[in-house]
């Protein structure tokens, strides 16, 4: 089933016409559609998804922890600092 999502100003040129609002019934039906279209992962693919980003943000905290905690210790080398 087809459903044309352009609306009514599809065909008109974009000049200095104000273009109608979408009525919400169709809003709905082109979120709808969209869904359809969407590939959903799997349960096995979230985990490793999941596990992914969680092991690269833990990396990423370590990096910035790391050069934090090394940038604070040369400035309070350099600087003086009790």
Known sequence: MAIDTRGET????????????????????????????VIWPT???LV???TVV????LIMVAIV????????WVVLRVFGGS
């Open 54 to 57: 969680l092991i690269f943000v």
């Open 48 to 50: 490793t998804y999941t």
């Open 43 to 45: 349960r096995k693919d």
């Open 65 to 72: 922890y790391g050069l934090d905690s090394a940038l604070g």
């Open 10 to 37: 599809a065909d008109k040129p974009s000049g200095g016409e104000k273009k109608k609002r979408t009525s919400p019934a169709l809003f709905y039906r082109q979120v709808v559609n969209e869904l359809r279209k």
